[in-house]
């Protein structure tokens, strides 16, 4: 999601109010609770909430981690609109004429206390797409003696979802995962298409099946919030898109892979010499034809002497 | 309530809401949001009018033409069934037109943009593709063919 530069830059009230949706498993309560916290410049919506914890509340339950947006723990509905806390600015959120922002847990996953959020069925749906390679070969997938041939363009294919780092955002802006519980939701299917265009892979007609299911890839309605909240820029939506297209000419009939890779098999020597450039200059005293007709040996034991 | 020593997690989805609320989040960058949820209320309403439509065509079978003749003739110049009229137009051309750009984007993958590297301010590349100029398009050509419905019910 574009982050607000301008608002970020600038300095936060004073004093902001910070507004927590807190949930309580024992007796089923609700409530919203505000607490006054001290803002200062750079400062973001975790560092505040760690401030509540720290001097204001103990009992705040969050899940966070990295704090610069790699580890996808802190995801939370700030003000209305799923973000990584540590990503949002309180200068983003809260002004000086509105010096109060909200903070709820993430929709479409269960709450298990104040914010923080249970992802056992969001990490089940990411298993059932297979994310990983997939080889007909398996002994060379298990005893790998070179790497797999994939050019700059192929990488591009599949690089942006790539980049996904599990956040929940899509899962919680998605209006149909919001209404069914069983849709495998957009981080899923984006990674479901990333291992699928992937050359490396040849297990796409055993995703494309997984796709095909009724909770699967059929059941986007391309609302694209997915992409519009997505803090990585990997575009669960326009992978889902493509997805859809692939599966629909794939039962046509009219898709397959455009090609699979294979292991780059290991360089031969083939006692070709690699001229020197012109320009190179050796050092004085140093005569290379010399020291090929005769290789220098090094004597590991008499260095150690 | 749960009882005691038993903890429960909160299901928290928004449920049926999420369809046809289209600021139930604060999206920024989503138009294809309000056009999801108007495809959706469209599509129940055009299956309403559909029986509607299917009601009042019976009547010829069920009550005979002279009853048809006679309501056809009352109807005409009444603002209710002009409204009506009106608005079913509405309806028909906004969830007609949007069909075409899902048909597209959905079912041939075009305009959804290619994979690219992100870089700031990261808006994925589909928000930012050419489905959402035939978005605008389609905002654009529903309103001018409604204004033109309207003149021809109207007048």
């Given at each position: 999601?574009?982050?607000?530069?301008?608002?970020?830059?600038?300095?936060?009230?004073?004093?902001?109010?910070?507004?927590?949706?807190?949930?309580?498993?024992?007796?089923?309560?609700?409530?919203?609770?505000?607490?006054?916290?001290?803002?200062?410049?750079?400062?973001?919506?975790?560092?505040?909430?760690?401030?509540?914890?720290?001097?204001?509340?103990?009992?705040?339950?969050?899940?966070?981690?990295?704090?610069?947006?790699?580890?996808?723990?802190?995801?939370?509905?700030?003000?209305?609109?799923?973000?990584?806390?540590?990503?949002?600015q309180?200068?983003?959120?809260?002004?000086?004429?509105?010096?109060?922002?909200?903070?709820?847990?993430?929709?479409?996953?269960?709450?298990?206390?104040?914010?923080l959020?249970?992802?056992?069925?969001?990490?089940?749906k990411h298993?059932?797409?297979?994310?990983?390679?997939?080889?007909?070969?398996?002994?060379?997938?298990?005893?790998?003696?070179?790497?797999?041939?994939?050019?700059?363009?192929?990488?591009l294919?599949?690089?942006?979802?790539?980049?996904?780092?599990?956040?929940?955002?899509?899962?919680?802006?998605?209006?149909?995962?919001?209404?069914?519980?069983?849709?495998?939701?957009?981080?899923?299917?984006?990674?479901l298409?990333?291992?699928?265009?992937?050359?490396?892979?040849?297990?796409?007609?055993e995703?494309?099946?997984?796709?095909?299911?009724?909770?699967?890839?059929?059941?986007?309605?391309?609302?694209?919030?997915?992409?519009?909240?997505?803090?990585?820029?990997?575009?669960?939506?326009?992978?889902?898109?493509?997805?859809?297209?692939?599966?629909?000419?794939?039962?046509l009939?009219?898709?397959?892979?455009?090609?699979?890779?294979?292991?780059?098999?290991?360089?031969?020597?083939?006692?070709?010499?690699?001229?020197?450039?012109?320009?190179?200059?050796?050092?004085?005293?140093?005569?290379?034809?010399a020291?090929?007709?005769?290789?220098?040996?090094?004597?590991?034991?008499?260095?150690?002497? | 309530?749960?009882?005691?020593?038993?903890?429960?997690?909160?299901?928290?989805?928004?449920?049926?809401?999420?369809?046809?609320?289209?600021w139930?989040?604060?999206?920024?960058?989503?138009?294809?949001?309000?056009?999801?949820v108007?495809?959706?209320?469209?599509?129940?309403?055009?299956?309403?009018?559909?029986?509607?439509?299917?009601?009042?065509?019976?009547?010829?079978?069920?009550?005979?033409?002279?009853?048809?003749?006679?309501?056809?003739?009352?109807?005409?110049?009444?603002?209710?069934?002009?409204?009506?009229?009106?608005?079913?137009?509405?309806?028909?051309?906004?969830?007609?037109?949007?069909?075409?750009?899902?048909?597209?984007?959905?079912?041939?993958?075009?305009?959804?943009?290619?994979?690219?590297?992100?870089?700031?301010?990261?808006?994925?590349?589909?928000?930012?593709?050419?489905?959402?100029?035939?978005?605008?398009?389609v905002?654009?050509?529903?309103?001018?063919?409604?204004?033109?419905?309207?003149?021809?019910?109207?007048?």
């Amino acid at each position: 999601m574009a982050q607000a530069l301008k608002s970020a830059a600038r300095y936060p009230p004073k004093s902001v109010r910070v507004k927590i949706k807190r949930y309580s498993p024992e007796t089923g309560r609700e409530w919203w609770q505000v607490y006054e916290v001290e803002a200062y410049r750079g400062m973001t919506v975790l560092d505040a909430l760690l401030q509540v914890k720290e001097k204001r509340d103990h009992t705040i339950v969050m899940r966070y981690s990295c704090r610069m947006g790699v580890c996808g723990s802190c995801g939370m509905v700030i003000n209305g609109t799923p973000r990584l806390a540590c990503q949002t600015q309180v200068s983003m959120v809260a002004s000086e004429e509105n010096p109060e922002f909200t903070v709820e847990p993430m929709k479409n996953f269960p709450v298990i206390r104040d914010l923080l959020t249970d992802f056992t069925s969001f990490f089940e749906k990411h298993r059932k797409v297979k994310p990983y390679l997939i080889r007909r070969d398996t002994g060379e997938q298990e005893n790998p003696k070179t790497e797999y041939r994939m050019t700059p363009e192929e990488l591009l294919e599949i690089y942006p979802y790539s980049l996904c780092i599990s956040c929940g955002l899509c899962v919680s802006a998605c209006p149909v995962s919001a209404s069914d519980e069983g849709f495998l939701g957009p981080q899923a299917l984006a990674q479901l298409w990333r291992y699928t265009a992937d050359v490396r892979d040849e297990a796409w007609r055993e995703r494309l099946e997984i796709a095909d299911d009724e909770n699967g890839a059929l059941k986007c309605h391309f609302a694209a919030s997915c992409s519009a909240v997505c803090p990585k820029a990997v575009d669960p939506g326009g992978a889902i898109q493509m997805l859809r297209s692939a599966l629909l000419k794939y039962k046509l009939g009219l898709w397959r892979k455009k090609s699979i890779s294979g292991p780059v098999p290991p360089l031969e020597p083939t006692g070709e010499k690699m001229p020197l450039p012109p320009e190179a200059q050796t050092l004085p005293g140093v005569d290379l034809e010399a020291m090929e007709r005769e290789p220098v040996v090094i004597d590991a034991s008499r260095l150690l002497d | 309530m749960a009882g005691k020593g038993e903890r429960r997690f909160l299901k928290n989805m928004p449920g049926w809401r999420a369809s046809f609320n289209p600021w139930i989040l604060r999206l920024p960058n989503n138009p294809e949001r309000l056009a999801f949820v108007l495809h959706r209320i469209t599509g129940i309403l055009l299956v309403l009018i559909l029986f509607v439509h299917i009601t009042f065509t019976t009547t010829p079978a069920t009550r005979g033409w002279e009853f048809w003749v006679e309501e056809i003739k009352r109807a005409q110049g009444i603002t209710p069934v002009t409204l009506y009229f009106f608005i079913f137009a509405g309806i028909a051309i906004f969830h007609g037109l949007n069909g075409i750009r899902l048909l597209l984007v959905e079912f041939l993958g075009c305009c959804v943009g290619k994979p690219e590297k992100p870089k700031p301010p990261y808006i994925s590349a589909t928000l930012r593709a050419s489905q959402r100029t035939l978005l605008y398009i389609v905002f654009a050509l529903w309103i001018v063919l409604w204004m033109i419905a309207g003149y021809i019910i109207f007048t």
